[in-house]
């Protein structure tokens, strides 16, 4: 069982900068696939980015093409966090972010894929 809390949402400026965590419980984080996802108002969650195990202690990152660039998803393994970092903010990325885990994906984009979910938190990027 795998317990996430996120943190670092709030009101920004368009331009501006955020630095979302995800700590999460349990001995194994190491093992864990890690994703974030954002649902605004009214539209379906998606896929923002995902930070995946390629063998050993071997990770690789990948995004959705519209934060390609501009976001950038991290983890510190000895914290039991994910990061999500995410420069040059726009209205757009206004959602509720929310990290997911799964011991194992296969392409780690869709919400399918993912046993444990945050509560999520709130990102507001004002024009």
């Known amino acids: 069982q795998v317990q996430l809390v996120e943190s670092g949402g709030g009101l920004v400026q368009a331009g501006g900068s955020l630095r979302l965590s995800c700590a999460a419980s349990?001995?194994?984080?190491?093992?864990?696939?890690m994703g974030w996802f954002r649902q605004a108002p009214g539209k379906e969650r998606e896929f923002v980015a995902a930070?995946?195990?390629?063998?050993?202690?071997?990770?690789?990152?990948y995004y959705t093409d519209s934060v390609r660039g501009r976001f950038t998803i991290s983890r510190g393994n000895a914290k039991n966090t994910v990061y999500l970092q995410m420069n040059s903010l726009k209205p757009e990325d206004t959602a509720v972010y929310y990290c997911?885990?799964?011991?194992?994906?296969?392409?780690?984009?869709?919400?399918?894929?993912?046993?444990?979910w945050g509560q999520g938190t709130q990102v507001t990027v004002s024009s």
């Open positions: 930070i995946r195990r390629s063998g050993g202690s071997t990770y690789y990152a």
């Open positions: 349990g001995r194994t984080f190491s093992s864990y696939d």
């Open positions: 997911a885990a799964a011991f194992s994906v296969v392409a780690g984009i869709s919400v399918h894929e993912y046993d444990y």
